[in-house]
């Protein structure tokens, strides 16, 4: 128990790291893809089914279209 939470401290630690070089734009861009599918997996849950459409898939790829290639490649 100590080891893993040891690891997820020292995992944590580096996330936070690679935040730092980051600008507000580049995370604001990474944070919306992600609320959206997590508001597409809680609508499905409700159902019982997870599964991304073509739309749900379409929103995220257009906000990180805007991002530069080095920061979508990370």
Do not use: W
């Not at 939470?5 to 936070?16: D, H």
């Not at 609320?35 to 990180?64: M, N, S, Y």
């Amino acid at each position: 128990m100590l080891r893993r939470l040891t690891c997820m401290g020292v995992r944590n630690a580096f996330a936070t790291l690679h935040l730092l070089p980051m600008s507000d734009r580049d995370k604001d861009a990474e944070i919306l893809p992600l609320r959206h599918q997590i508001t597409v997996l809680e609508h499905q849950l409700r159902t019982g089914k997870v599964r991304f459409t073509p739309r749900d898939r379409a929103f995220p790829a257009a906000l990180l279209y805007r991002l530069p290639f080095d920061v979508v490649r990370r």
